[in-house]
């Protein structure tokens, strides 16, 4: 093993992993990290952690996972806030390293910081509160209950070692600190975080601040681990990260295809592991009549400043718009249009982004039945012959192209999220159309729909299909701004995730790295505090039978 | 479409599917019930299901779950008590006919009866309480939430049509009318069932009850239908099931193979299901040996009769005993021995069944590291040559067979069910190697632990192990004895289930159904009731920042 690990955080990356909170040593994989906006290489050069650097960060998550043994909720709590602390010190450097690697303007970043370091103060919060962990005790002879039975008692108990796949598209919040990471930690779970190689400075440097805060707060050094993988090595990290015995669930942001991939890894191993996967998402908007009629511009203006944020590359992108023909709709994609122009071209997130999105736009613009509404001179460029991408900053400015609703359902295409500034408009002749049109699609985060006065009548069943496919409906608003509350649901049917009965953002995130466990005539000192008859959390549970809630 | 239902239920079978409240027309493939004890065929010949009316269930069932709209929870309560009424009002022929199907005494299956019916009231009151759907509230300007954000609403919501695979072990509890099909009509979703072709009759007459109770509390009548399978026909109707576009979620309880399959089947859709299996399970039960020492005699009589208990076919039957090697153990495997010996052979529930834990135990016995404890002239006999089962009563009676704990790692066979009344005792010679041992299987329903005075500081690692390992952990018990309450988790890692994040019995088994939907900005007309801000139905409900519970 390396150099031991500062307890201070520096705020600079070193380029190699940092394993249960030692520098690894340095491996042959190297690979560079990029300022996106200038194409200029960052120092310093990145190590891919080794097959064994994974197997080792993965055996020492499970020691200390072992060593920890039955800990009080306040011991996670107490690790989740100097986490918080160590990330805002270090937040204008970290801020300008993040900006450098992924193109994202500060001003964002910082936004992005806050509501990171936010989560993690929130989950503590919730940690300290307790009722999130469901307990439920059946004692003999409560009401409703023969007193003859033994007493069951039961509540969601803690995985074992998570690994994280953080996102490229949020450097902070969906990343090494992100809600995988704080849910995970605040589940009592070890984490092993698979850096992301377009900002693996961020990770590392973010990955320093947690590592200090598990020597810090007393918890096994394995609890925490960060692989830089990069290289060649980024997907091999990830097979081998949800192959090993000691991780025990994963959690992942970003493409179907990785998603996919990762699932079915899990899902084969001898003892499969959930992983839970958040992947691309179409967003659909739904405009009806009376609000096209109403307000159409200030509609239209909205809609396209969602789809234009953060160069369209935001997981809530609205990327499908149903309409129905008519003076509003035209009023709608005018003032649309109009507003597009006024935003430039923006740098996206890595040159291999660009490709795809450009390879999706250009693949859609060859189907006869796709017009481009706005943005002809704005088509992406393929990269030169003989590249897969373009060499210098990744551009891309906002598009809107068109399809008529009879052709909507003709192409799977239509279907899929472009990852970047270009919607899709579906052009409806009527409301059965419309209908048809917008049941086409099977799952999405999030789903919006615009009414107006007129559509009262109207209203009921699409906001019904809706249901049935998104995990967010929202009423006269755009999808983008995805806030971190109880209420909150970040996920839906797939393809938006492979898990649908589950959130990636809030605190009903953490339920996912538990399961429920039922102790059955348990001694108190085999019990985890939260059930014991003394209650010294002084959490809420619930007696069987009369269904009362017991504040003990 | 054949004849309409009479709305009186019969309690006798006519051999035809009911589909959305109809008798079905007979179809060409047939196949006969059978009595087990005697081996004759029962009146009438029952026929399978065809692909056509395998997809007008699911049609039906969807038609009706987009009928029936917003419904407020009492209306999902009102269809639950009538059903027990109902399968209570025809409980003596009911009995009758399925004791004759699956050779399950009558006394037993009162009890399983009472069961039943308990637990869809049960579930009625938990309905009507109303915080399971875990309503959470977010209102702008609440206490830590800025005015300026959006009234953010979530609950659980309903998937849509439930496909039901009842098991055979248990043809009420985890049939026609059991949790599965309970917990999903309390969910507020159709179901249609698979019925099982070793108790058709059972299946088709509670089927009668659920549907009559249907059209009497004024549900669509495709809210339930019950699909005979059998003749060759049964594993074509479960793909057909699980692959139907209407079927939003399936719940399986049987063999690791058929969940697996079905698994396997909703995961590759183009819109993935989940299925809910329960699965086999080895029930683990470890005396530690303090309990050894105090009284092994008492503990090895209560294991043997859990052993022998519905001639080793449930679920929860304790397959593998760990004990270390001493005077105590010895005592352990005579006292147990000597009990098993009281117990005669019983009949299993189907000659197909018997034929499996035939070969079961005899490639265990061939192994030279298994010796028999007890039982050497209780072996099963193989089938006659060229015959697949046995043609009489399919009878087993109670044995014992032990491994040292050196070898109990050598051989996954070990770590398998053994569906019929046989255990393994695994002989450890210190606490090492029984820790070692016990660390081999991976999921399990269930994990006993007898822990004596003397065990005070042995126990915790062993404990450890278990809840890592096990949905219910049971302290100085034995695992059989599944109770219907709010705190039971009747699941665990796999191969015990595919979801170890739920439970199979009890209300929390009413979660699998229904999935978070978040509303956001939503009008008080588009929301379903249970987050209106009136809240009619007075059900307590989050709020964010604080997390106080706001009884409204």
């Known amino acids: 093993m390396g150099e031991a690990l500062p307890t201070e955080i520096t705020g600079r990356p070193f380029g190699v992993s940092l394993i249960a909170g030692e520098r690894a040593d340095t491996q042959d994989v190297q690979f560079d990290s990029i300022t996106q ?8 050069t990145y190590t891919a952690a080794s097959p064994a650097q994974v197997s080792e960060a993965a055996r020492k998550a499970w020691s200390a996972f072992h060593a920890a043994g039955l ?142 805060s598990v020597l810090e707060t007393g918890f096994p050094a394995g609890w925490f681990s960060f692989l830089h993988a990069g290289g060649g090595r980024e997907q091999e990290i990830g ?16 493409s179907r295809t990785g998603g996919d991939a990762l699932t079915r890894i899990g899902l084969s191993r001898p003892d499969p592991i959930p992983v839970y996967a958040e992947m691309g998402s179409v967003n ?18 909205r809609v396209a400043q969602s789809l234009a944020a953060a160069v369209g590359q935001q997981c809530t992108c609205p990327g499908l718009i149903f309409l129905i023909d008519g003076e509003g709709s035209d009023m709608f994609t005018k003032a649309m249009s ?23 736009v250009r693949e859609l613009l060859a189907l006869e039945e796709i017009k481009v509404l706005f943005g002809t001179d704005r088509v992406p460029a393929p990269p030169p012959p003989g590249k897969k991408e373009v060499a ?31 919607a899709l408009v579906v052009q409806c002749q009527n409301e059965q159309e419309l209908f ?31 249901e049935q496919r998104c995990g967010r409906l929202i009423f006269n608003g755009v999808p983008t701004g995805v806030e971190v509350a109880w209420a909150m649901v970040h996920g839906g049917p797939y393809p938006a995730s492979n898990r649908p ?6 605190p009903t995130a953490m339920k996912r790295w538990r399961r429920p466990v039922c102790y059955q005539n348990y001694p108190a000192n085999l019990l985890p505090p939260e059930l014991r008859d003394e209650n010294p959390l002084g959490i809420e549970r619930r007696v069987d039978g009369t269904l009362t809630r017991e504040p003990v």
């Open 71 to 212: 800990m009080p909720p306040s011991q996670h709590a107490a690790l989740l806030r100097p986490c918080a602390d160590g990330i805002d010190a270090i937040g204008e450097p970290l801020v300008a390293l993040a900006s450098a690697e992924t193109a994202i303007e500060p001003a964002r970043l910082n936004a992005e910081l806050a509501r990171t370091t936010g989560t993690l103060r929130m989950f503590a919060d919730v940690v300290e509160e307790g009722s999130w962990v469901d307990a439920i005790i059946d004692r003999p002879g409560a009401e409703g209950r023969p007193s003859s039975r033994q007493a069951l008692r039961r509540m969601l108990r803690p995985l074992g070692p998570v690994a994280v796949f953080g996102a490229s598209n949020f450097p902070l919040a969906y990343s090494t600190a992100g809600t995988d990471t704080a849910s995970a930690l605040a589940a009592g779970c070890p984490v092993i975080v698979k850096g992301h190689p377009l900002h693996p400075g961020t990770g590392e440097v973010v990955a320093q601040a947690i590592a200090a």
């Open 501 to 506: 009965d589950t959130s990636a953002v809030g």
């Open 338 to 360: 109009a507003e597009l122009e006024l935003i430039e071209a923006g740098v996206m997130l890595a040159p291999r982004i660009q490709a795809n999105y450009t390879r999706t």
């Open 392 to 422: 210098g900053p990744a551009m891309a400015a906002p598009m809107l192209l068109s399809v008529a609703g009879e052709h909507f359902r003709q192409h799977a295409e239509f279907l899929n999220e472009m990852f970047g500034p270009c």
């Open 436 to 466: 048809s049109c917008v049941t086409a699609f099977v799952g999405s985060l999030t789903g919006s729909l615009f009414v107006g006065d007129a559509d009262v009548d109207r209203a009921p069943p699409f906001a019904r299909a809706l």
């Open 239 to 254: 097979e081998e990260l949800v192959k090993h015995p000691c991780v025990r669930a994963a959690g992942f942001t970003g």
């Open 284 to 301: 659909p908007v739904i405009v009806l009549p009376g609000a096209l009629a109403s307000e159409p511009e200030k509609i239209a203006r």
């Open 37 to 44: 906006a200038s194409g200029a290489t960052l120092q310093p």
